[in-house]
């Protein structure tokens, strides 16, 4: 009996629904009939009765409406909730049979059905949005990856040409308004193409990987190191003056001096040596005067003698050759 009363699709419980409302409303109107006929109206005068007639006429009919008019409600809201659970059944018999979960009984309450159908869309839901952060978070740390490479040089891990021109516009904007010094070292290692003919292409760029790590050792966290083309390198050192970048050049010098390289046979790559072109910024020359008076100042030194530092006096504007 429990069963049946339990789920509301079953035509059972709806019979036993209906003998249930047409009780309440019958049972109290016969008993209440009954004291009026038997142990009311006897004692009451003609009159009296015809007053009370059209009261009691109306009790009646509302021990039978309301009854009714509660079972009209619930019949339609039992019509809603089969509706609702064929629908939840028939959409989640696809997903359940993929997830290799048991089908639910016809008989099955259908409340119970409901809450268990919700519970898995909750379940299925809940993985699908943790399946979405994830592949979210991986994005995210795709995007990062792309934008740092798109600024990196993949072979020495410097910052590249493209960003080298960013930062430049950025740290002179940044000079120019706050009266910051700014200073560059243009580099270029010696003979390079003649290493690259003896010792073979893969020796030459183990040469660039080692150097770029050598000028990431020896400039401070606030400098910008880039590779700017081919075995050409660039330094850009905010709050630095000629002084303190040609300080820098000397010190990536004598580090190269000491940089152990070897070939593919073991024997030791022996030469190696980087001129400098070191200028300061000035408000007069501008960024890109800034980079072409360094990078003179780079052939000035190796035209003259490979392994020196050619420097510019920002304010004599003459080119001074400094030797290692």
């Known amino acids: 009996m429990i069963k049946i009363l339990t789920s509301l699709t079953r035509e059972k419980a709806r019979r036993s629904i209906v003998v249930f409302f047409f009780l309440s409303a019958v049972l109290p109107l016969l ?3 009954y004291f009026t006929f038997n142990h009311v109206l006897p004692v009451l005068s003609g009159e009296q009765v ?3 007639a059209f009261i009691f006429t109306l009790c009646v009919l509302a021990m039978l409406g309301l009854p009714f008019l509660g079972f009209f409600l619930v019949h339609r809201w039992i019509l809603s909730l089969e509706a609702l659970a064929r629908e939840v059944r028939n ?5 359940a049979a993929a997830a290799g979960l048991p089908e639910d009984p016809p008989e099955q309450n259908e409340v119970l059905a409901l809450r268990k159908a919700f519970l898995h869309l909750r379940g299925e839901l809940e993985d699908r949005m943790g399946k979405v952060f994830q592949y979210s978070d991986r994005l995210i740390q795709t995007s990062e990856k792309l934008y740092e490479l798109s600024f990196t040089d993949e072979l020495t891990s410097l910052y590249n040409r493209r960003y080298f021109d960013f930062r430049l516009a950025e740290e002179v904007s940044r000079a120019d308004r706050y009266g910051h010094d700014l200073a560059i070292i243009m580099i270029d290692i010696n003979d390079f193409k003649l290493y690259n003919d003896t010792y073979g292409h893969y020796m030459g760029d183990e040469i660039l990987r080692r150097f770029g790590n050598l000028i990431r050792d020896v400039i401070r966290k606030s400098d910008i190191p880039f590779r700017y083309g081919g075995d050409e390198f660039a330094i850009l050192l905010p709050e630095s003056s000629a002084d303190m970048a040609e300080v820098v050049a000397r010190r990536m010098n004598a580090a190269l001096d000491t940089l152990p390289l070897r070939d593919g046979g073991g024997n030791q ?6 001129s400098c072109g070191v200028a300061a910024y000035t408000r007069k020359s501008g960024g890109e005067d800034f980079v072409r008076k360094a990078d003179m100042l780079l052939l000035k030194s190796k035209g003259e003698k490979k392994g020196r530092i050619a420097r510019l006096d920002p304010v004599a504007g003459n080119g001074a050759d400094t030797p290692q």
């Open 269 to 274: 790559v022996v030469g190696v040596s980087a």
């Open 91 to 95: 959409g989640t018999t696809g997903a």
């Open 31 to 33: 008993i209440l009939l």
């Open 50 to 52: 015809n007053s009370l």
